[in-house]
């Protein structure tokens, strides 16, 4: 098994169909992450997952909606979604959240989500 | 306010040369953490370096090298003698000690790195 495993690979929604994103790690890691990578835009963090708690929602609009029903899962439900949400969706987990440690990231591979 | 600056955009080299990816950061925090990442076409980041604001001393690793200099708020990456297989977009990112978003990190735009046979 991979470190981070993220499914689907691809997904294609309309507007106003309802998806999830899977993420699920095999690291034991204590943190798991959500970020948005658009074109020719800089990887946007949206949301942080601490020991199962959200511990960071970075100002990301509610027809996104984080779930982590424990350390090793994380998923992303999505609804009512517009064209400009098209973009690559990364999960990653760290060892630990803060500092002291910083640990590095493990992303997933992601997922291609095309909203039309 | 915390930022990470990559202004190459792109960059097509050949086999075997050198090539320098540049970094600059921005933060008022005194304790920070900077990192380099790649993503080869499969779209997975990979982790290659993470580098704390207190130790300025360089890295090597194999090709791969990372100069650090606070003193310029750079912290560029180095690949020498190239190789196809280094062809990805790599990102520098900055992740802060203190403060609500300890731990958080901040990417730049990525510099594409293309290297031809």
């Known amino acids: 098994e991979t470190g981070v495993t993220q499914t689907p690979r691809h997904l294609v929604m309309g507007m106003t169909n309802k998806k999830s994103l899977k993420c699920e790690q095999h690291l034991g890691h204590n943190a798991m992450y959500w970020y948005k990578q658009s074109a020719k835009k800089p990887l946007e963090l949206m949301f942080v997952y601490s020991l199962e708690e959200r511990v960071e929602n970075n100002s990301v609009p509610s027809r996104f909606s984080p779930e982590c029903p424990n350390s090793s899962h994380l998923f992303l439900h999505l609804h009512t979604l517009q064209p400009e949400d098209s973009a690559l969706y990364l999960c990653a987990s760290s060892q630990d959240r803060a500092a002291p440690y910083n640990s590095p990231l493990h992303f997933g591979n992601g997922t291609r989500l095309t909203v039309t | 306010a915390q930022k990470v600056t990559q202004a190459q955009t792109e960059i097509s080299v050949v086999e075997k040369e050198d090539v320098t990816l540049d970094c600059v950061y921005e933060?008022?925090?005194?304790?920070?953490?900077l990192f380099w990442y790649k993503q080869p076409p499969s779209g997975e980041l990979v982790f290659l370096i993470r580098r704390n604001s207190f130790d300025e001393q360089n890295e090597i690793s194999g090709r791969y090298s990372w100069n650090f200099q606070k003193s310029t708020s750079s912290f560029n990456f180095t690949i020498t003698a190239s190789q196809v297989v280094d062809s990805a977009v790599y990102f520098c990112?900055?992740?802060?000690?203190?403060?609500?978003?300890?731990?958080?990190?901040?990417f730049g735009k990525g510099t594409k790195l293309s290297v031809k046979p």
């Open positions: 990112a900055l992740s802060e000690a203190n403060g609500r978003s300890q731990g958080n990190l901040i």
């Open positions: 933060t008022r925090d005194t304790t920070y953490y």
